[in-house]
């Protein structure tokens, strides 16, 4: 990512004939076109959607908007663009779209919506409401940890890095809390520029483990500088649960971005069939890849259990 995007994209994509009797379909992503997950995400709906409905697509464009007031102003574009079009059924992406678009302008009300890509839990927004239902995005945290243990031992500091954007404020917590629940100590740094994160890799060496947030919003990112730069310094151990921070890290129990799509899809189908949303639970996602980059192990001298090598995915 070079540097901020326009406002916002719209696109519309035709997915069947455009007759008269179509279905329509808006999809909010919370994101951006080049985002590694707002691109799977896409992928997997408009897959499982092909031939369903005719699709509009809506981009808030949030991981480049610091202000509050600059984020309401997507979520209000989004809702002139859904009261234009009277879809059959919206797909939101991602927090921001729940929490700016689908909870102040939405609750109950007669467009179904279907939510993806929520962090954790729904409970700040109050879901389930009515015409709203949807899966939630969690990481394999506890697991993250029992890997890393049986990579290195017994671990008693971490070490979170992300960019400072609500999505990271809400994983850092999700790991503060699993990491307590183990007796182990989590310092972190949440950054806003390259020369930021990359001082916060260096610091976090000397702990036992470093955790990798995402680094979506940290505008200036440069993966080869990045690179370059940790290289020299890296030698504890590291994971995520982003694919694509796994060129900065040594293994990752990552989450599978086309599931959330693919679901979301399948639940706009079934609402498109007549089924209200609230006969439809809400539920987290079940994939996870576990991924290793031994570039970065063997720089590091780390070995890692056989179990793991057998399983994993190069990456």
């Not at 389930?128 to 049986?150: C, L, R, Y």
Request: net charge neutral; aromatic share 10%; hydrophobic share 45%.
């Amino acid at each position: 990512m070079s540097g901020p995007r326009p406002c916002v994209t719209i696109l519309v994509v035709l997915l069947v004939a455009t007759t008269a009797d179509a279905a329509q379909c808006v999809y909010v992503s919370s994101y951006h076109k080049g985002y590694a997950w707002s691109d799977g995400v896409e992928r997997g709906l408009l897959k499982t959607l092909d031939g369903k409905c005719e699709i509009t697509i809506f981009n808030m464009n949030t991981k480049y908007f610091k202000d509050e007031k600059s984020i309401k102003n997507a979520a209000l574009e989004a809702k002139q663009l859904i009261d234009q079009t009277q879809p059959d059924v919206v797909i939101a992406s991602d927090d921001n779209a729940s929490k700016y678009l689908i909870v102040p302008y939405y609750k109950d009300a007669t467009i179904p919506f279907v939510f993806c890509g929520v962090n954790w839990t729904v409970e700040q927004y109050g879901y389930p409401f009515s015409n709203v239902t949807g899966m939630i995005e969690v990481a394999a945290v506890e697991q993250m940890f029992d890997k890393a243990a049986a990579i290195i031992g017994q671990i008693t500091r971490a070490y979170y890095i992300g960019a400072d954007t609500l999505t990271e404020k809400k994983n850092l917590r999700r790991f503060q809390s699993a990491a307590a629940a183990k007796n182990i100590k989590i310092d972190s740094r949440l950054v806003s520029t390259m020369k930021q994160w990359i001082g916060a890799y260096e610091d976090a060496q000397q702990a036992d483990l470093i955790i990798m947030g995402s680094y979506a919003g940290i505008g200036d990112w440069d993966e080869a500088a990045v690179l370059t730069a940790i290289k020299p310094i890296t030698k504890t151990l590291s994971t995520t649960n982003h694919g694509w921070m796994m060129p900065f890290t040594m293994f990752g129990m990552t989450k599978i971005p086309e599931e959330q799509g693919e679901w979301a899809g399948k639940l706009a189908i079934e609402i498109l069939r007549g089924t209200k949303p609230s006969a439809i639970p809400i539920i987290p996602n079940r994939k996870f890849n576990l991924i290793v980059n031994n570039a970065l192990l063997e720089i590091a001298q780390i070995k890692l259990p056989l179990f793991i090598r057998l399983r994993a995915q190069l990456y």
